[in-house]
């Protein structure tokens, strides 16, 4: 009796361990994939700045009199 209680007790440490570590992992991805996410919209925002840098600037200012 006393083996079946330990091979139960053995069993249930090993699969709680590697539930444990596929959460860790799932987690993990998630938070690459946010970094990710974060450095793609930095860049894309970067490029569109560095783009509208290179357009010269055509407003007209135009000055305007007041007909009393």
């Not at 570590?21 to 490029?47: F, H, T």
């Amino acid at each position: 009796m006393k083996k079946v209680l330990l091979l139960v007790a053995v069993v249930a440490t090993v699969s709680f361990a590697a539930c444990t570590n596929k959460q860790a992992a799932a987690e993990k991805a998630k938070a690459d994939s946010l970094a990710a996410v974060a450095l793609a919209d930095s860049l894309a925002k970067a490029e569109a700045d560095s783009l509208a840098a290179l357009v010269p600037d055509t407003t007209v200012v135009v000055e305007e009199t007041v007909v009393e």
